[in-house]
């Protein structure tokens, strides 16, 4: 691979920032909005009395900015032209996610409910990859103009990286599927009209077959959303569901019967990457404004920069994004030629090394900035707490260690021995 980018692809970041400038910053800055991107802006953002969801005046301003990046060509950049897309490769989307994170926090990119101007819509591949015909033409335009949103329900109170040991079952009724359990963390569901809930249909528990993703109305008699839990980065939208003799029709099954859990796999593979390529981003920033404060604070009666004790972490932690940049960059590039099962521990690497390395490059900002650092009037602990998850979602670290495990001493991957 040439590391240089193509030409087209400076190109397009030129004509992103352009927009960003003309459409996304005054609107960030218009009437009250910029209420919402105060550092300490989860007050202005959390609608406390309604379970700690996101306020309806903050969805209601990122809709209008859904609605010009869609206007300008740039929301569905990532998908394919058939529903309105540009056609971006898995690349493409991963230096364009770097370079906003880069840009540090705002409207054009934010990272509370990972919104951006470019949009990642993991959903619209899966319906594209695994729906049917009437399944795609119901949801896909839908959830790309927010008429249809649609949850994913997986992790349970009792099974989380463990998946395949899920307790949420599904038994045919004629011609329904009734199905029982409850579900954590369920994302989106605080304006959801539909969720992709995973249940088993047959084996036995750690059976990797035999789970079926179901598309479920959240209307639904025996649907219940009990509770968001609250979370280190707020507002929250992770619910705590069960659900009591839910009945679907046979047409709610998505994908295959017994399948589900390449669905799953689709997801976290289209999440995975992009986020690494956020965290370098992230850090980067996290890099780029603590080297600036360090040549400007004066201590002892010298800028703080000229000591090595201030020089040294963040030498350490510029190396190591550059690396990182560069491992994500050639795995998507890989992931545009190449199965994706292939190269599965490659994407692993990826997510794990940058989920940390922007953890530790947003401690260390707080470090260099010392008190400041530490308020929330700096945009660092914010960085912190949101990519602290990460390291916990679409796949803990520690089941990305096991994966690259797996395929470096042959027990998975194309080098499993038989």
Known sequence: MDFTLPDELVRVLGELDAFVDAEIWPLQEQDDNARFFDHRREFARTDVEAGGTPHPEWEALLAEMFRRADAAGWLRYGLPESVGGSGGSNLDMAVIREHLASKGLGLHNDLQNESSVVGNFPFVHMFLEFGTEAQRQEFVEGMLTHRKRVA?????????????WLETTAVRDGGDWIINGGKRFNSGLHSATH??????????????RGITAFIVPTDAPGFSVDFHWWTLNMPTDHAEVTLRDVRVPESAVFGEVGAGLALAQHFVHEN????????VGAAQFCIDRSVAYARDRTTFGQPLAQRQAVQWPLVELHTEAELVRNLVRRTAWELDRRPHHEISDRVSMCNYRANRLVCDAADRAMQVHGGLGYTRHEPFEHIYRHHRRYRITEGAEEIQLRKIAGYLFGYAGPRRKR
Do not use: C, N, W
């Not at 994913?152 to 395949?164: I, N, R, V, Y």
């Not at 995975?272 to 965290?279: D, F, K, V, Y």
């Open 152 to 164: 994913f329900g997986l992790t349970e109170p009792d099974h989380g990286s463990d998946a395949t």
């Open 195 to 208: 969720d992709v809930i995973f249940a088993r249909t047959s084996g036995d528990g750690g059976d990797a």
């Open 272 to 279: 995975r990457i992009r986020q690494a390529a956020s965290g």
